[in-house]
Each structure stands twice: as C-alpha cells, then as structure tokens.
C-alpha cells in the first residue's frame, strides 16, 4: 500500500491537517490502493508562497535546461513502464490496452514539449525611421493545474509540460480518484532534475482546487473537467487572471443513408464503450437518418452485447470498471431516468456487480429517443448510447447542434460535399469525418465551444498552444 504525500518547497510532507483519504481500486473495492494527504488552503497557501519565491529562478533557467529536464522526465517514464500500466489499471479501473496507450503517450507529450522550450520567440515588426519594436515572451508565473481522473498521466503531462517549458513553476492537483498517477508524474521530472521549489503537489478534493483558484498569487488556471466545475473557476479567477477550461460533452455521430454500416457501428461502439465511456470525447448520442436506423441499431446492438466487461488486469476484459461509486451510481441513475422518460432500453441498462467486488456496468443502448430528453441533453460520462432518428441530413445537423456542448462530433458518409458541410455547419472544436468522436493527434488543437471549454485557449499543441503559459511584452527601441 501506497503511503502518498504533498510535494511543497522541495521536500515530500503530509498535509498541515494530518488528515488523509483511501483510494482503492475500482474494479476491486478490497483492494486498497494507498493514503493520501486530504490537503486544504493551509497547504495550498505554504505550496503556493514557496512557488512565488522560486519562479524569478525557474523563468530564468536557460530553455535548453527545461527542455532537457522534460525530456528525462520522459525517458523516466518509458523506464517505468510496465509498473505504471498495472498501477493505473489498479486505481483507474481501465484496461491493459488503454492503459498502455496513455503510459506510451505521455512521455511523447513531454518530448513534444520540450521542444517547445527552445521556440519561445518574440517578433520584430516594421517601424518609421531607425526605432526597432519587436515582443518578448515571458512566463506568466504561477500556474495552478487541476486535473481529472480519466487520463490521469496523459492530461496532467499536456499542462505541466508546456507550464515548465514556457518557464513557470506550478501547483498540481490531480484528482482525488487517481492521486498516484499524480504523484508518479512529480516523481519523474524530480528524477529528471526539475528544481524541487518549480513544482508543488497538492493531494485532495474540491476544496484543494478551490483554494489554488482562490490565491490571487496563481497567475493562470488550466482545468479539465465537468463544466459545472469549469463554472465555478471561471468565476472565481476572473478577469484580471487567466483561465484555460476543457469540459463537457455531448457529442454526436451522424449517420447517413450511403454510409458503410459495419464501419460506422464498430466506430460507434469504439466512441461510446471504449475507456467505459468515461472519454469527454465519448460518443454518447447516435443521429441515424431513418433509412439506415434499424439495420444500424441492429450491429450496434451486437457490437455491445459481446464486449466482455471485468477488472481491467484480466486479458479478456474489453472494458473496466467505472472509476468511482458516484460514477456508478450516477451512470445507473441516468439509465432510470431513460426508462422513465419513455427510452427503450435496447441492450444492457444492468449493474454487473456479481460479487460486490467492482462498479460494473453493462454496455447500454437506448432508441427513440427525443431532443427533449435528459438522456439526450446530458452528460452521462459512461457506457450509455442513445439512438434518434432524423429525417435527412439537415435534420441530423439540427439534432447534432441541439445541446449546449460543443466538444466533439462525427459523420459518417462516402459523400465528401455532405462531410465538408457538416466540418463548416458543426457547432463543435473537433469533427471527424467517418471516424469516432474520440482520439486525437498529439500536435493539433484540442478544445470545444459552447459550454465545452472557454474557446479562448486550446489545451493541446497547435500554434497558439503556447500562448496560455506566456505573457507577450511590446518593446519599442530607438537610438539615443
């Protein structure tokens, strides 16, 4: 068992409170994972007043040292490897395979920052006569990261590594369902010679989070989660600060009567059920235009009957467990409510917790359903599908930008005009033309509109990537 702690000036201590919390393993409630500090404003103020005496330091490392340092943070990592995986699969409750994937891919996410550290350069600009006036790029200072659980290695890894490279020293909170990926990230840019003052690990809940958006010292926030907590930071930082806010979704597949249906139903399910749902990629609403409707709910139906649903650990397992009991106990809610909102429950809508050991869910499927429902509204955030039916394609778009989210969004066609036409008409950050709503490129932009992210900042690589984490100075010279 795991004995975690806060990481504050330099050195690894429990909370000021002494208070801790149990996190155990998902998919097997008597395995207990380990103790974690239950930190509260006290740590967050000591985390964050050893932070503002470091940065100056921190910011005037040469990039060629923070780059290096985020790349031995990923060769730590891929050394680590295979330890990482079974540690997640215990406390997350994801498969191997998914599991392997996030570990390979943070330690790309890291290299691709690092990178980053040596292309932080300013611009020169025309001027009359013989003045010069050219932008400098500074870091902002103190940035506080507040991270969820369902990509606790690969989200956290794409907010620290620009943070650090662009130059500014950090207070992380990772969620309190996956607390030792947190600590495991810490541990390998401490090992790769990241300056132990650059760097703070706040263990928690709410109330940590609360407290790093409440310190008027944290200069820029960077969230991942639900957007009722997004809400909530936005307010609290307010203008004056900056906030970077990825949230919910509720993303749609059309389906369109030239479509492949074997291709669109195995990218459905992949959407939907992959990760057990818990993707705020995840496809949760299927828009089939009546024509291919039934025959398309027919394979989808088949596809989620046969995933085999255990501890991630067992080779067999095509999906884990759901990570927490309000997890659980929300997704099993939601499949209520689809009943009584006149839903017909297709396939699954059960608990499989045979032996009381793990939060199982059996892969669900809805049809008939309407715009008005909850199901259709909501974010679930687990394995459950609901099927609508459109008339056409204007239609389906109607349908597939009724909601207040604007994450992600798929078609699926061999008509190219119609592809390109819902790319433009989607009120949506990423489409995806006959592919699944989730999975994306390491070095593109990552962000929604709506109610899905603030729109101001991407999370994730592309041009403007970088400028959340600095601060752009216009410098006017002339000749004395």
Not at 2 to 30: C, K, L, M
Not at 240 to 248: D, I, N, V
Not at 366 to 394: C, K, N, Q, W
Not at 419 to 429: C, D, E, H, I, W
Request: glycine residues 10%.
């Amino acid at each position: 068992m795991i004995h975690g702690q806060n990481y504050i000036d330099g050195h690894w201590v429990p909370a000021h409170s002494g208070a801790t919390f149990e996190r155990r393993n998902p998919a097997d409630r008597s395995d207990v994972i380990g103790v974690f500090p239950r930190s509260d404003a006290s740590d967050v103020k000591a985390a964050v007043s050893a932070l503002a005496k470091a940065a100056q330091g921190w910011a005037a490392t040469p990039p060629e040292r923070r780059a290096a340092i985020l790349e031995g943070a990923a060769t730590h990592l891929e050394q680590h490897a295979e330890s990482l995986v079974e540690e997640l699969v215990r406390e997350e409750g994801k498969t191997v395979a998914e599991a392997t994937m996030e570990v390979s891919r943070t330690p790309m996410n890291f290299r691709y920052y690092a990178a980053e550290a040596l292309r932080t350069t300013g611009a020169t600009y025309p001027s009359p006569g013989d003045g010069l006036v050219m932008t400098l790029r500074e870091p902002v200072g103190i940035v506080g990261a507040i991270t969820p659980w369902n990509f606790p290695l690969n989200i956290p890894s794409r907010k620290l590594g620009p943070a650090l490279a662009a130059g500014n020293v950090v207070v992380f909170k990772p969620s309190e369902l996956t607390p030792l990926m947190g600590q495991r990230l810490v541990e390998a840019l401490l090992a790769a010679g990241l300056p132990g003052n650059a760097i703070a690990l706040v263990q928690g809940d709410g109330a940590a989070g609360a407290a790093i958006t409440a310190d008027e010292r944290v200069d820029a926030v960077t969230f991942t989660g639900s957007t009722q907590v997004g809400r909530v930071i936005h307010a609290a930082v307010g203008p004056a600060r900056r906030s970077q806010l990825e949230m919910g979704g509720k993303n749609p597949v059309v389906v369109l009567e030239d479509a492949d249906l074997d291709k669109a139903a195995a990218l459905i399910v992949k959407g939907a059920f992959g990760l057990s749902g818990q993707a705020c990629t995840g496809t949760s609403r299927v828009l089939a235009v009546d024509a291919v409707h039934d025959a398309l709910l027919d394979r989808v139906v088949m596809l989620a009957a046969d995933i085999v649903v255990g501890p991630g650990m067992e080779k067999s397992s095509d999906m884990g467990a759901l990570a927490s009991g309000d997890q659980y106990r929300k997704v099993l809610d939601y499949i209520r409510i689809g009943i009584d909102e006149g839903a017909e429950l297709v396939t699954g809508g059960k608990a499989l917790d045979d032996g009381g050991t793990g939060y199982f869910v059996a892969p669900t499927v809805f049809s008939g359903g309407t715009a008005h429902m909850r199901i259709a509204a909501e974010e679930i955030f687990g394995p459950v599908l609901l099927f609508m039916r459109a008339d056409d394609f204007e239609h389906a778009l109607e349908l597939a930008n009724h909601t207040e989210f604007g994450l992600s969004a798929a078609i699926v066609t061999s008509d190219i005009g119609r592809a390109l036409a819902f790319a433009r008409r989607s009120r949506t950050g990423l489409v995806k033309i006959n592919q699944p709503t989730t999975g994306m490129n390491m070095n593109v932009p990552f962000g929604g509109y709506k109610a899905s992210s603030t729109q101001t900042n991407k999370e994730q690589a592309g041009e403007s990537m970088m400028a959340f984490y600095q601060s752009e100075k216009t410098v006017y010279l002339a000749a004395s």
